[in-house]
Structures are given as structure tokens and as C-alpha cells.
């Protein structure tokens, strides 16, 4: 069996110089892995944004049974009255497209500009 190679060792005690005796200049990570608290203000805004539209869906369809309640339906009669047919298979569409259009939107705003929310970076 041979002598196998075994690495140098090398102390490292500051930034490596360049031949010409200056320092090797340090990269700068990149913002977005520099900065990590734009990313948790990001994900707070979005948390934030999720709970909204789910209180917001909570409150709009658990009144439905609420509102089926207090209508006046005839007891006797098995018709059921239009205004259930409206209030059940019309009325909750355009309140859920609604807060499905803010969300994408509240989403959308939250991506695109994080950084020029989140709190002033201390040098």
C-alpha cells in the first residue's frame, strides 16, 4: 500500500489575498437570503390574509342557516319558497367570488412588494 495524499492544512484567520497582496473582495449574499425577516413579514401578511378570508367565509355561510330560520316558510305547505332557492343557491356565489377576488389580489400585493414593507434593515 502507497503513501496516500493527505490535505494541507490551512489556518484561516482573515480574507484570503490575491496575489497582488489586497484582499479577495467578499461576496454579497443574495437580498432575498440576506434579509430573512422579509420573508416572515411576508409570511405573517399571507397568514394574516388567510385568516381574514376565513372569518370572512365563516361569518358569510354560517349565517345562511341564521337566515333560513327567520324566513317565513309555510309550515304545511312542501313547496319551498323562492326566496330559500335564492338565498341558498344564488346569493352566497357572488360574496364568495368576491372575497376570492380580494384575496388573489391581497396575495398578489403582499409577493410583489415585501421588501418595501418589511422594517428597515440596522447596519
Do not use: F, K
Amino acid at each position: 500500500m502507497g503513501a496516500e495524499s493527505v490535505p494541507r492544512r490551512e489556518v484561516v484567520t482573515g480574507r484570503p489575498r490575491t496575489p497582488a497582496g489586497r484582499t479577495a473582495p467578499v461576496p454579497t449574499p443574495h437580498p432575498a437570503a440576506r434579509d430573512e425577516s422579509a420573508l416572515h413579514v411576508l409570511m405573517r401578511r399571507q397568514l394574516r390574509a388567510g385568516l381574514a378570508v376565513t372569518a370572512l367565509l365563516t361569518a358569510a355561510l354560517g349565517l345562511l342557516p341564521v337566515l333560513l330560520r327567520i324566513l317565513p316558510l309555510s309550515g304545511a305547505s312542501p313547496r319551498v319558497p323562492l326566496a330559500v332557492w335564492l338565498l341558498l343557491g344564488v346569493a352566497p356565489y357572488p360574496a364568495l367570488l368576491a372575497i376570492g377576488a380580494w384575496y388573489v389580489r391581497r396575495a398578489e400585493h403582499n409577493e410583489s412588494a415585501p421588501a418595501a414593507h418589511a422594517p428597515a434593515e440596522h447596519s
